[in-house]
């Protein structure tokens, strides 16, 4: 393709057999039945600064970004790490994603905090312009009329990038692009419009991958662990005005009951914890739950998890 630039055994097995066949309806199925994916799948994971990550199949052919925030992104300076070029600008941004030639690009949006959708309008615009299969998903309301005029603005029609003809998706709700699906669950946070703050289930090679955007530690996320079984939790732990912080979120690693867990949304502003709040989350976590696996980053560097 060419882009131009511009549980009891036997249903295991069932699922197992399922999965083989490589469909989407698949992961989906699995989480309709609160069941967590089999073992032996894999998901590569690029921190990018504050709370955006990188999610991608091993072959990049299905990628998936937690929220967007690249090419302005402060998550870099207080590790002393420079940006580099696939993150630096807006074009070098699209040259790399073209250069994967992926067959779906999925833009979660968790809220409109500017941390987290800076570069949103200009990342979907310059992706579809560049001919590259780029949709994006989050809560409805914000989706269908809240940011209407700025999808204008950019010269986005929603009903074709928007996930699900323009209506984005409620809680409970599922998006689906390519051969991934998410799944919109619940955040304790504010907005700036006031549409409802969210995290994701993001079901992707296989893996279910939660999440948690920005959001306080909530007693419902037993429940999020019992219905959705996720393998892996991408979680806030920067503390100070906005967010949870690292032992909070060991407790919401716990209870979601995930058998990996990778600290972000740090080190990106003055008001949050700087860059030890990876290792205080880490120690956190070897209290609270010592089964779960921490994988920490630096912005920039990428590690694949196998679940």
Request: glycine fraction near 14%; charged fraction near 20%.
């Amino acid at each position: 393709m060419k882009y131009t630039i511009g549980m009891n055994v036997s249903r295991r097995a069932v699922l197992r057999g399922t999965l083989a066949l490589g469909g989407t309806l698949a992961l989906g199925a699995y989480g309709a039945e609160g069941e967590g994916a089999p073992g032996g799948h894999r998901v590569s994971v690029r921190w990018l600064g504050g709370g955006v990550v990188e999610l991608a199949t091993p072959d990049y052919k299905q990628i998936a970004y937690g929220d967007a925030w690249i090419w302005n992104n402060d998550g870099w300076s207080r590790f002393s790490i420079q940006k580099p070029p696939e993150y630096a600008t807006k074009e070098g941004f699209v040259r790399y994603i073209a250069d994967k030639h992926p067959d779906a690009v999925f833009v979660l949006l968790t809220h409109d905090h500017g941390d987290h959708m800076g570069d949103y309008f200009e990342m979907l615009s310059a992706l579809s312009g560049a001919g590259i299969p780029v949709m994006t998903t989050g809560q409805s309301d914000m989706l269908r009329k809240g940011l209407v005029p700025d999808f204008k603005k950019a010269g986005l029609d929603p009903a074709k990038i928007v996930s699900n003809g323009g209506a984005g998706m409620n809680f409970g709700g599922v998006s689906r692009h390519g051969a991934m699906t998410a799944h919109l669950v619940t955040a304790i946070h504010s907005t700036l419009l006031s549409y409802p703050a969210a995290g994701f289930m993001l079901d992707i090679g296989g893996v279910r991958v939660y999440l948690s955007g920005d959001t306080d530690l909530f007693g419902d996320m037993k429940m999020l662990g019992e219905r959705y079984r996720p393998n892996v939790a991408i979680v806030c732990v920067g503390d100070g005005p906005f967010t949870m912080g690292p032992e909070d979120a060991a407790t919401a690693c716990q209870w979601l009951g995930v058998s990996h867990a990778i600290p972000v949304h740090y080190a990106h502003n003055g008001l949050v914890l700087g860059t030890k709040a990876g290792e205080e989350f880490r120690g956190a976590m070897a209290k609270t739950a010592p089964n779960v696996r921490v994988t920490m980053m630096k912005p920039g560097e990428t590690q694949m998890i196998e679940v």
